[in-house]
Every structure is written in structure tokens, then in C-alpha cells.
């Protein structure tokens, strides 16, 4: 029996979408396991520094450039993709929604590229994965944010185009599951990131904030939700499609408390209410 460490052996993961802390820690959690990796997107140079530096870690991992912006660059994508892993048995897609600012101020070059943009591209990367896919089946990973279960201030088009996702994902996993094909998303909380300490500048201490706004008291890892991702798209979560995996340290069950509950690690003091404001 194959163990977790090589789950992956003889099998190929694609991961398309922007170079990030968390893609490139996705794809040593699947080369780790014996995967042959493909890192594809729209900038070459990128995937190839990822693909160098990864490979100088013990993880060899090929760059693939191309995009998803039609049906036709998505079909020519995954051919570039099956050609350089000699197939392809999981398809993960990262999407990142830049705009950030109130919803009545939303233009629709910010509405095109993030919603429309963001679902037209898992439309159509679903669709090229599927025309390459073994008969053996395939198993399909959309890696989202927490905005599928909350709405927050100046953040509409993640909010709209991460709900679209979830169902584009369900719509896609009952019409596939006759081919063992799985669709999933994982939803991932507040994760440390060089994005995210970038985004916070001159303003640290939201960190700290935001540290102690989370219930397990810190936030996440990108190799944590890797291995979520790694999960998911094994054999070991085969009864799995149509879900939405929350991988968040208990932030969607706290923006269900009131939002005056302070969290923070150890013993849960109610006694005490936070005076922080709700976070951004």
C-alpha cells in the first residue's frame, strides 16, 4: 500500500495561476510525494525562477507558460502541460482578485478582471483538464480565499467571484462524477505571507491584530494549506467532490460570533470584550 510520504508516485499535478508563498509550497508538497509537478501561468519568467529554485531544493518541477484567458489558451496550455508530465491526474488552480475598495466605486475593468476573469478562467481550465483526462479519472482543486462564506469592507469582487467559484465547483462535480472526476475547492483563511506584510506597510501591528483575532491565536502557513490542497487531491479523499474545504484556523466560525469576542491563545475569556475593530 502506497504511504501519504509517496501518494503521488507515476502521477502528475498541474498548478496554474500566479507565483505565490502558497503555489510554490504546493507544489513541493506534491513533488514531496513523488509527483511529477508542472508550475503553469501567464509569466514564463516566473515559473521558470520557481521551477529553478525548486529543483535546487530536491524538487524538480518544470515551468509551463500560458493562460486561460480563452478556451483555445487553455486547450493549448494543458497540451503543453500533458506533453512535459506525460498526462495529468490533478489540476490546481490559484486565483487572486486584486481589487480592493468599495463596491459603489467598483468600475467594471475591476469587475471584469476579477469576476468574470477569475470564473471565465476556471471555466475554461476545467474544461481543457477534462479533455486530457485518463480514464482513470482526474481530480480538480480550486484554491479560494475566505470571502466564500463572508462578505468583508472593500473586498466585492473577491467576495462575488470566490461565491461563483464554489458554484461553478458544484456544477462542474455532479456533471463529472460519472468520469471520476472530483471538483473541490479549498478555502483558505489568513495565511503569513511577503503579500501580506507587504499589504499591512507601515501598519505591523495589524498583524499582531490579526494574530489575536484568530482563535488558535496565530495565522496560517502556506505549507499548511499545501497539505490540505495535497489532500484533497489524493486517493485518500476519493468520496470527496462538491465540497468546501475550510483550511482557516477557525476564522469562518469566529466571523459567526459577535464581533465585540476577543480571542486570543490559551483559556477563552469572555469576560473581557475586545475593543478592536472589526478587521480589514
Known sequence: MTT????????AAALVGPTTEITLATARAF?????????????????????????????PVVGVAGSARTRAAA??????????????????????PEYRGPAISTTATSWH???EGVLRSALFLAQAAVQVAPESGLSIVFVATADVFHAYPGRVTTAV???GLTGLSRALAIELAHRNIRVNVVAGGPVET?????????????????EQRSPIGRLGTPEEIATVV?????????FMTGQVVR??????????????????????????????????
Request: glycine share 8%; aromatic share 6%; proline share 7%.
Open 247 to 280: 483550511a482557516d484556523g477557525g476564522w469562518a466560525s469566529l466571523n459567526q460570533a459577535p464581533l465585540g469576542m476577543k480571542f486570543s491563545p490559551g483559556p477563552l475569556d469572555l469576560s473581557q470584550p475586545s475593543n478592536a475593530p472589526p478587521y480589514r
Open 230 to 238: 495535497r489532500f484533497i487531491a489524493s486517493r485518500r479523499a476519493s
Open 194 to 210: 511577503q503579500r501580506l506584510r507587504e499589504a499591512l506597510g507601515r501598519e505591523p501591528h495589524l498583524l499582531h491584530r490579526m
Open 4 to 11: 501519504p510520504d509517496r501518494e503521488f508516485e507515476k502521477r
Open 75 to 96: 486547450d493549448r496550455m494543458m497540451l503543453r502541460v500533458t506533453e512535459k508530465l506525460g498526462g495529468i491526474d490533478v489540476l490546481v488552480a490559484f486565483f487572486a
Open 31 to 59: 513533488a514531496g510525494a513523488g509527483a511529477k509537478v508542472a508550475l503553469a501561468g501567464p509569466d514564463a519568467t516566473a515559473r521558470r525562477d520557481a521551477a529553478r529554485v525548486l529543483a535546487t531544493s530536491g524538487h
Open 113 to 115: 478582471h476579477d469576476v
Open 161 to 163: 467571484s470566490m461565491t
